[in-house]
């Protein structure tokens, strides 16, 4: 079974896709068989960042059942044998009827790929199909840049797929959505009282819920002026959340980036010696070692999000 990573973002263009792109090219070089599939809704252009104009199968078809099976869609990327692309369409997926089992069904076959690894670039924002994405993952990866309006909206995905994680260890998924769309929690004890649990192990099932929640970060763009403060947003996640967030990396903010992007490669490929460049293999490499640990998120006494209502 594939691994599969999600790549979240509060805000859009904080460079989730490329650096989801770059990951998965340094993955694959390093011997993993990797997918990169994108699921960003509102603008998926993973496809764009490896020349890839005119992808001549997308994730609708499957969504939409013109093909039957996932490997229909998988195109290869030129560069490595190792990497395959899942394009997007964005539109599509953003206004399809997609209920939570279509969805499901989706991550499932992601899962049963011939891959070791899969990393899939989520939209930004918190719509219920970003965060459920998000949260189907095995691994979660955010992304964000010293911007503070950027990290103010990663603190705020954050704490809403954390809620919506907890809610859905206690509700059933049509009245989680209820609950979450009414509201704004601002932590973990309101949600408890919300959901009207009386249960002295509420608060158990609920920090057991958030133990298998530990987001990594990269901060992207950093230059020597601007340094995000990491620690203050690790201080805001566990007093309102109860969430861990681990650095995964830091990337410089790299004009080589910019011209490996109108160049269709990845920068790893396109200038593998700029600054950019070495700061994502240090990312893929930390990644990798944390693959190899066991996922925390398959913990046996967490309630799946998938229980039915
Ligand atoms: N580290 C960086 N240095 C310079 N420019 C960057 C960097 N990361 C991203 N960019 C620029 O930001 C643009 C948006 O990145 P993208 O990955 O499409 O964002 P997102 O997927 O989060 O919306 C890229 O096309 C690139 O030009
Ligand atoms: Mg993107």
């Given at each position: 079974?594939?691994?599969?990573?999600?790549?979240g973002?509060?805000?859009?263009?904080?460079?989730?896709?490329?650096?989801?792109?770059?990951?998965?090219?340094?993955?694959?070089?390093?011997?993993k068989?990797?997918?990169?599939?994108?699921?960003?809704?509102?603008?998926?252009?993973?496809?764009?960042?490896?020349?890839?104009?005119?992808?001549?199968?997308?994730?609708?078809?499957f969504?939409e059942?013109?093909?039957?099976?996932?490997?229909?869609v998988?195109?290869?990327?030129?560069?490595?044998?190792?990497?395959q692309?899942?394009?997007?369409?964005?539109?599509?997926?953003?206004?399809?009827?997609?209920?939570?089992?279509?969805?499901?069904?989706?991550?499932?076959?992601?899962?049963?790929?011939?891959?070791?690894?899969?990393?899939?670039?989520?939209?930004?924002?918190?719509?219920?199909?970003?965060?459920?994405?998000?949260?189907?993952a095995d691994?979660?990866?955010?992304?964000?840049?010293p911007?503070?309006?950027?990290?103010?909206?990663?603190?705020?995905?954050?704490?809403?797929?954390?809620?919506?994680?907890?809610?859905?260890?206690?509700?059933?998924?049509?009245?989680?959505?209820?609950?979450?769309?009414?509201?704004?929690?601002?932590?973990?004890?309101?949600?408890?009282?919300?959901?009207?649990?009386?249960?002295?192990?509420?608060?158990?099932?609920?920090?057991?819920?958030?133990?298998?929640?530990?987001?990594?970060?990269?901060?992207?763009?950093?230059?020597?002026?601007?340094?995000?403060?990491?620690?203050q947003?690790?201080?805001?996640?566990?007093?309102?959340v109860?969430?861990?967030?681990?650095?995964?990396?830091?990337?410089?903010?790299?004009?080589?980036?910019?011209?490996?992007?109108?160049?269709?490669?990845?920068?790893?490929?396109?200038?593998?010696?700029?600054?950019?460049?070495?700061?994502?293999?240090?990312?893929?490499?930390?990644?990798?070692?944390?693959?190899?640990?066991?996922?925390?998120?398959?913990?046996?006494?967490?309630?799946?999000?998938?229980?039915?209502?």
């Amino acid at each position: 079974m594939a691994t599969i990573v999600s790549i979240g973002s509060g805000k859009g263009g904080v460079g989730k896709s490329v650096i989801a792109a770059n990951l998965a090219m340094l993955l694959a070089k390093r011997g993993k068989r990797v997918v990169l599939a994108d699921l960003d809704v509102g603008g998926a252009d993973a496809h764009i960042l490896f020349g890839l104009l005119n992808p001549p199968r997308t994730l609708t078809d499957f969504v939409e059942r013109r093909v039957e099976r996932l490997e229909e869609v998988l195109q290869p990327i030129s560069a490595h044998p190792f990497l395959q692309l899942l394009p997007g369409t964005g539109d599509t997926l953003a206004t399809a009827n997609l209920p939570y089992a279509k969805k499901k069904r989706l991550i499932r076959h992601f899962s049963q790929l011939q891959a070791d690894v899969i990393i899939v670039d989520i939209g930004a924002g918190t719509s219920y199909h970003a965060l459920d994405f998000f949260l189907m993952a095995d691994w979660y990866l955010t992304v964000a840049t010293p911007d503070p309006t950027s990290v103010l909206d990663l603190y705020r995905f954050i704490k809403l797929a954390a809620i919506r994680r907890v809610l859905s260890a206690f509700l059933s998924r049509d009245a989680v959505s209820e609950a979450l769309s009414d509201r704004d929690f601002s932590s973990i004890d309101e949600v408890i009282q919300a959901v009207g649990e009386t249960d002295p192990n509420a608060r158990d099932t609920a920090s057991r819920t958030l133990q298998g929640f530990q987001p990594y970060l990269i901060v992207n763009r950093v230059s020597g002026k601007s340094r995000v403060n990491v620690l203050q947003l690790k201080k805001l996640l566990k007093e309102y959340v109860g969430g861990d967030l681990t650095m995964l990396g830091e990337i410089p903010d790299d004009p080589a980036m910019t011209r490996a992007v109108r160049s269709y490669l990845p920068v790893v490929e396109f200038e593998p010696t700029a600054p950019a460049s070495v700061a994502l293999n240090r990312a893929a490499d930390a990644l990798l070692a944390e693959l190899t640990k066991p996922t925390p998120v398959a913990t046996e006494s967490a309630p799946s999000p998938e229980r039915a209502a």
